[in-house]
């Protein structure tokens, strides 16, 4: 079974109650997923795994979400040579419409410059959560059919 690790950023639990989601689309197409928050993970461990998902609000102004800013910085220098990867993250395009899910884009870019390849097109949630866990389900499946 292919390894993914779903690292999620949440300040108010939707990019949690997202990844539950997710995840649960990843497993229908049969990857093996640990879910993390990435409050407790570390960028050691993504060396363990065969593709890295993130999810990751967006705050202040297009900004990542306050737990991602330490885990983000560890990335510097480290290769995901050789590993996959997809972003997905709600935000509000209503209040924020110059930085809606700004923090996606950022985590996004991150991966790729770090050498993983991108199987996912940005997965974007927009305003309330509830009624995107369907589609949410759905991303994941695809992310695991590209595995
Ligand atoms: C103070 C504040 C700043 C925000 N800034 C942005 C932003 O720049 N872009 C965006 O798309 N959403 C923004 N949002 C919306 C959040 O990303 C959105 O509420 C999200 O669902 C929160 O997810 P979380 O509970 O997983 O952290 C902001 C919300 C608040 C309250």
Same mark, same amino acid.
């Given at each position: 079974?292919?390894?993914?690790?779903?690292?999620?950023?949440?300040?108010? +639990?939707?990019?949690?109650?997202?990844?539950?989601?997710?995840?649960?689309?990843?497993?229908?197409?049969?990857?093996?997923?640990?879910?993390? /928050?990435?409050? *407790?993970?570390?960028?050691?461990?993504?060396?363990?795994? /065969?593709?890295?998902?993130?999810?990751?609000?967006?705050?202040?102004?297009?900004?990542l979400?306050?737990? &991602?800013?330490?885990?983000?910085?560890a990335?510097? +220098?480290?290769?995901?040579?050789?590993?996959?990867?997809?972003? &997905?993250? %709600?935000? /509000?395009?209503e209040?924020? %419409?110059?930085? &809606?899910?700004?923090?996606?884009?950022?985590?996004?870019?991150?991966?790729?410059?770090? +050498?993983?390849?991108?199987?996912?097109?940005?997965? *974007?949630?927009? +305003?309330?959560?509830? %009624?995107? &866990?369907?589609?949410?389900?759905?991303?994941?499946?695809?992310?695991? *059919?590209?595995?």
């Open positions: 079974m292919v390894k993914v690790v779903l690292i999620y950023g949440s300040t108010t +639990g939707n990019t949690e109650a997202l990844s539950e989601h997710v995840a649960a689309g990843l497993e229908r197409g049969m990857a093996e997923v640990t879910v993390k /928050d990435v409050a *407790k993970a570390s960028v050691e461990e993504l060396a363990n795994y /065969d593709a890295i998902v993130f999810g990751c609000s967006t705050w202040g102004e297009g900004d979400q306050d737990d &991602f800013f330490d885990f983000h910085d990335m510097d +220098g480290i290769s995901l040579k050789g590993k996959k990867g997809a972003v &997905f993250g %709600p935000g /509000d395009s209040d924020y %419409p110059d930085s &809606f899910c700004t923090a996606v884009d950022i985590l996004k870019e991150s991966l790729e410059e770090h +050498g993983a390849e991108i199987i996912a097109e940005n997965f *974007k949630i927009d +305003g309330e959560v509830e %009624p995107a &866990f369907e589609d949410a389900e759905a991303w994941g499946l695809k992310v695991a *059919k590209a595995l």
